[in-house]
C-alpha cells in the first residue's frame, strides 16, 4: 500500500516540473508620455493575466495582419481617415524564469496549486542555505526555461486587451523555439464597430 502511494507521488512530481510564470509586462501609450498611467496599466494588465478576466475570449486577435481602416506605417499602426478606431498603446510580454535549482524567492506561478505548494519551502531553502532544494518536494516549484507557447502568449494578451478597454490585438511572435516564444509584442486597439475586421 505504501508502495502504490509513492509511486502515484513520484509519478506526480516527475510530470510537474518546470512551472510556467505569470509573464512580464511592459506598456507603452501612444500620444502625450504618461509613465505614471503605463505603470498603472501594467499592473491591471498582469492582474487581469493572473486571473483570466471575463471578455477576454472576444478579444479579436491578428497575426501580422491589419483591419479594415489600419495600416501600418515603419512599425507602427495609423489609422485611416474615417475609421474611428482608438490606438491605445503597445504592449510586449516576455516569459520570466526563476532560478531553476533553488526556489529561494516567491515565483509568480499561474498555478494555485502550485503556489500552495511551493510558497512554504521558500523560508525553508533560506534557512537551509539552499539545501532544501534536494527535496523532492520542491521539484514542481523549478521554472524551466523561459518561454511562452503561441496559446499562452494569444491568451495572455487577450488579458491585457480586457483591462486597459482594448477589443483588438495587432501581434507579432517573438523569436520561436518550436512552437515557443521567449516573448511577443502587439498593438492594443479599441475597433470601430462600424468597421470589418480583416
Known sequence: M??????????????????????????????????????RYESLMRDAIKADVPGHKEVVVLVNSVPQGVHLDAGNVVVEPGFQHQVIGKVAIEARSGNFYFIARFLDYRELWRKILCYWQVPLEWVTLGFWSISPTTYACFAGAPLLTREDAIDDLKNAAVAVGADMVIMTYGKDVKEKMRNAEAWLIKRDPNALTH
Do not use: K, W
Open 2 to 39: 505504501n508502495t502504490s502511494r509513492l509511486l502515484i507521488f513520484a509519478l506526480v512530481v516527475s510530470t510537474s516540473g518546470c512551472a510556467r510564470l505569470v509573464p512580464g509586462v511592459s506598456m507603452s501609450l501612444v500620444g502625450i508620455a504618461d509613465p505614471e498611467q503605463e505603470r
